[in-house]
T-cell receptor, first 114, second 117 residues
Framework: AQKVTQAQTEISVVEKEDVTLDCVYETRDTTYYLFWYKQPPSGELVFLIRRNSFDEQNEISGRYSWNFQKSTSSFNFTITASQVVDSAVYFCALREYNNNDMRFGAGTRLTVKP | GAVVSQHPSRVICKSGTSVKIECRSLDFQATTMFWYRQFPKQSLMLMATSNEGSKATYEQGVEKDKFLINHASLTLSTLTVTSAHPEDSSFYIC?????????????FGPGTRLTVT
C-alpha cells in the first residue's frame, strides 16, 4: 500500500524567509500521482499541485515551487519569500493509478511570523 | 475544477442521536465518493470508498454499522453517523472522484465539523 511521510510536524519562519516542506513517498506502482494541498484554519482543502509519476519536471508557480525526485521518492515544496498568509497546514498526498483513493501524509504546520 | 458541497458545514448533536452529512458534486459525475475523517491536529484518514449504486468499502477499523454510507446517484453521497458519541466528534470531508476529459479527477468538499455533546 502507498505511504506518504512528512517528517516535519511544525515549521516556524519569519516573513520573507524561504521554507521547504519535505515529502517522501512509497509505492509499488509505476504510475502514480502526487499532490500538495493547503489547509487553512477554515479547514477547507486548497489544491496546489498534481504531478504525474512520468513527469519529473520541476514546477514553479509564483512563489511556490516543487521538486520531484523519483530517485529519492521525494516531492518537496518550497515557498519563496514567505508571507503571513502562507500560514496553514500543508499536506502531501499520493494516489496510485490502480487504486483511486488518495492517501495523505501527516501534514506540516507552517507558521509565518511577521 | 468541480465544485463539491457538504451540508451541514457544522453540526452539534447529543450523544446517542444520529447525524446525516450530505456531499454533493455540483457539476461533476462522481462515480466514486470518498469519506475522510480528520481529528484535531491530525491528518485526513480515509474511512470508506463507495462507487455509485454499490455498497461502500470500509477501511480497517471503521465500523460499517456505525458509519452508514449511501451513494445512490452520481451527484450525491451521504454519511450517517449512528448513535453518535463524543469520540465521533471530528471533521468529516468527502471527496468526489470520476473521469473527466479522459483523466481521473478528485475534488474535495469543504468539510463538516461534527461535535457530539
Amino acid at each position: 500500500a502507498q505511504k506518504v511521510t512528512q517528517a516535519q510536524t511544525e515549521i516556524s519562519v519569519v516573513e520573507k524567509e524561504d521554507v521547504t516542506l519535505d515529502c517522501v513517498y512509497e509505492t509499488r506502482d509505476t504510475t502514480y500521482y502526487l499532490f500538495w494541498y493547503k489547509q487553512p484554519p477554515s479547514g477547507e482543502l486548497v489544491f496546489l499541485i498534481r504531478r504525474n509519476s512520468f513527469d519529473e519536471q520541476n514546477e514553479i508557480s509564483g512563489r511556490y515551487s516543487w521538486n520531484f525526485q523519483k530517485s529519492t521518492s521525494s516531492f518537496n515544496f518550497t515557498i519563496t519569500a514567505s508571507q503571513v498568509v502562507d500560514s496553514a497546514v500543508y499536506f502531501c498526498a499520493l494516489r496510485e493509478y490502480n487504486n483511486n483513493d488518495m492517501r495523505f501524509g501527516a501534514g506540516t504546520r507552517l507558521t509565518v511570523k511577521p | 475544477g468541480a465544485v463539491v458541497s457538504q451540508h451541514p458545514s457544522r453540526v452539534i448533536c447529543k450523544s446517542g442521536t444520529s447525524v446525516k452529512i450530505e456531499c454533493r458534486s455540483l457539476d461533476f459525475q462522481a462515480t466514486t465518493m470518498f469519506w475522510y475523517r480528520q481529528f484535531p491536529k491530525q491528518s485526513l484518514m480515509l474511512m470508506a470508498t463507495s462507487n455509485e449504486g454499490s455498497k461502500a468499502t470500509y477501511e480497517q477499523g471503521v465500523e460499517k454499522d456505525k458509519f452508514l454510507i449511501n451513494h445512490a446517484s452520481l451527484t450525491l453521497s451521504t454519511l450517517t453517523v449512528t448513535s453518535a458519541h463524543p469520540e465521533d466528534s471530528s471533521f468529516y470531508i468527502c471527496s468526489a472522484g470520476g473521469t473527466s476529459g479522459g483523466a481521473y479527477e478528485q475534488y474535495f468538499g469543504p468539510g463538516t465539523r461534527l461535535t457530539v455533546t
